[in-house]
């Protein structure tokens, strides 16, 4: 459940944050269509969602705060995927700061020739320095075959998770913008397994911005049940609760 917390103990909430969904990522450098899905892109996402919980501390950063935020959001928008779904294609535009989010230099050539030996029909670099993948409908189902599975593997990992005790089982509808977590209500409202959570969130978020979803419209609804009595006693939207604190 989120509940209204201090500065710090905000920045430690998104700091635990990073490091449920890095540790879910260990593993999760998939390549379809060329186009690396690498940990840059969720985390990019939780810190643009981070960005609301710090807003609102208070009136003497609140100027400071609104002008960070202000920046954050065009910054968020120069840097988001673009997925344009035509009849017979896919693009998927992938801005310059996540082909190097380190600030490297790019090596197009690579990017290009790995793309079409993986099928994609055509690859064009863009003035702005961002690439555009144009695939078939075909190979974009199959790049999210893909990202579903690896968002799959992380309920099945927070269920197994021998710390996250209270959690016993997650579902969700196909497009993952709506997710079940049943627990066991009294341990899991006497601990820090929500946190966990956060780390089937934000995969989720990732699947619906590939498949096209304007990322200023990804929602996840979680509704937490308890095993106990099968009633839902509580309802988190993402990533509204983080902004609304």
């Known amino acids: 459940m989120i509940v209204s917390i201090n500065m710090q103990a905000e920045m430690m909430l998104i700091s635990a944050t990073f490091y449920v969904v890095e540790s879910f990522l260990d593993g999760y450098n998939r390549t379809q269509g060329g186009i690396v899905l690498k940990k840059f892109i969720i985390l990019l996402l939780i810190a643009m969602l981070a960005l609301g919980p710090l807003t609102a501390c208070g009136n003497n950063t609140s100027n400071v705060s609104n002008a960070i935020k202000e920046s954050e959001e065009q910054k968020s928008e120069a840097d988001a995927v673009k997925v344009d779904k035509g009849l017979l294609s896919v693009e998927i535009t992938i801005p310059k700061s996540l082909l190097a989010?380190?600030?490297?230099?790019?090596?197009?050539?690579?990017?290009?020739?790995?793309?079409?030996?993986?099928g994609a029909s055509d690859v064009v670099i863009n003035d702005n320095g961002s690439v555009t993948y144009k695939m078939t409908k075909a190979q974009h189902k199959k790049m999210m075959a893909g990202i579903r599975e690896s968002v799959t593997e992380a309920f099945d990992e927070l269920v197994n998770d021998e710390e996250l005790p209270s959690i016993k089982e997650i579902n969700s509808n196909e497009s993952f913008s709506e997710i079940e977590v049943v627990v066991d209500r009294e341990r899991f409202e006497n601990s820090l397994d929500g946190i966990g959570i956060l780390g089937i969130v934000f995969p989720s978020m990732l699947y619906q911005v590939f498949d096209g979803v304007d990322p200023e419209n990804c929602k996840v609804i979680v509704n937490l049940k308890d095993i106990a009595t099968n009633e839902t006693f509580n309802t988190v939207i993402y990533p509204d609760a983080l902004e609304n604190k």
């Open 101 to 118: 989010p380190d600030g490297g230099e790019i090596n197009y050539d690579e990017i290009v020739n790995n793309a079409k030996k993986e």
